[in-house]
């Protein structure tokens, strides 16, 4: 089965503080996504990587950054956290190709005070 | 730009009864669609997905989707519900050409004893 760990279930950070959220899955998947998740609003992508070191804007990056230095391995950067980062933070991983599916991470909840 | 609708935000129906959860994409390429399940607390999980070929999928569950290409619609249904099919359901699109998934805003599914 594949899995893909999120670092935290819950974090709780004071506002300009940076955060760090990783992500890591066990398939060798090419293709990984950082999602936020909002009530009424769905999914909302911030970045995908296709590959190591390769990264692209979402819908919503502003505020935020990746890096994707091993495969197996993505990680989200909110440079100096706000209040309206306050969110469900989603991680999915897949094998490169548009038809397949992606699995998920159980999620971070982040609280920005 | 790809959108997906989920036309319901929240559906209520009593334990044993039928539920079709609706929705709409618009794409003018082709497309691979998936619903998704997201219990309290918890990352999404793949109920169903369709590819090619039958337009009629089964899923996990008990779920089943149809797809139909002139309406754009490619809605949920099972012809019993549980308690323990309470949760969140998204749909979501994967265009044929790019890397993205597409995500309607969620249908939350609630069964009544």
């Known amino acids: 089965d594949v899995k893909v760990t999120q670092s935290s279930r819950y974090l709780v950070k004071r506002t300009g503080e940076k955060v760090f959220l990783e992500c890591v899955q066990d398939m060798d998947h090419e293709n990984m996504f950082w999602y936020r998740q909002d009530p009424g609003l769905g999914l909302r992508l911030i970045y995908f990587s296709y590959d190591v070191k390769m990264k692209e804007k979402g819908d919503i990056p502003e505020g935020y950054s990746v890096s994707r230095e091993k495969k197996e391995r993505f990680s989200l950067i909110l440079e100096s956290a706000s209040t309206n980062q306050t969110s469900m933070y989603l991680c999915?991983?897949?094998?490169?190709?548009?038809?397949?599916?992606?699995?998920f991470g159980p999620g971070t909840r982040l609280t920005v005070l | 730009a790809q959108s997906v609708t989920q036309l319901d935000s929240q559906v209520p129906v009593f334990e044993e009864a039928p539920v079709e959860l609706r929705c709409n994409y618009s794409?003018?390429?082709?497309?691979?669609l998936f619903w998704y399940v997201q219990y309290p607390n918890q990352g999404l999980q793949l109920l169903l997905k369709y590819l090619s070929g039958s337009t009629l999928v089964k899923g996990i569950n008990g779920f089943e989707a149809e797809f139909n290409k002139s309406q754009t619609s490619f809605h949920l249904r099972k012809p019993s519900v549980h308690i323990s099919d309470t949760a969140e359901y998204f749909c979501a699109v994967s265009e044929s050409t790019g890397n993205q998934f597409y995500f309607g805003t969620g249908t939350s599914l609630t069964v009544i004893p």
């Open positions: 794409s003018s390429v082709s497309v691979y």
């Open positions: 999915a991983s897949r094998i490169r190709a548009t038809y397949n599916e992606q699995f």
